[in-house]
């Protein structure tokens, strides 16, 4: 059994209008030091794998698949076994 953590982000390259929105939300509530925010997506996900390769293999697969968008998109993923 695994769980696996994926963060989603955009590329540095790609605009990020919820980053910009969040930051001037935050400059409004007086933290000035704020000098940019990225947002992104932190997904959960519970394997039942007994071998670290076979998670690692799967995990790359849903993320090029369907949880990040490669054209706009980067992901990572961290791995604890459980």
Not at 7 to 27: E, F, S
């Amino acid at each position: 059994m695994f769980l696996a953590t994926v963060r989603v982000t955009l590329k540095p390259t790609v605009n990020d209008p919820q980053g910009i929105t969040i930051a001037r939300a935050l400059a409004t509530l007086g933290f000035d030091s704020v000098e940019g925010v990225r947002a992104g997506k932190l997904i959960e996900i519970t394997l039942d794998e007994s071998e670290r390769d076979a998670a690692e293999k799967h995990v790359t697969e849903m993320c090029e698949k369907l949880l990040a968008n490669p054209v706009i998109e980067r992901y990572s993923f961290e791995l604890q076994a459980g």
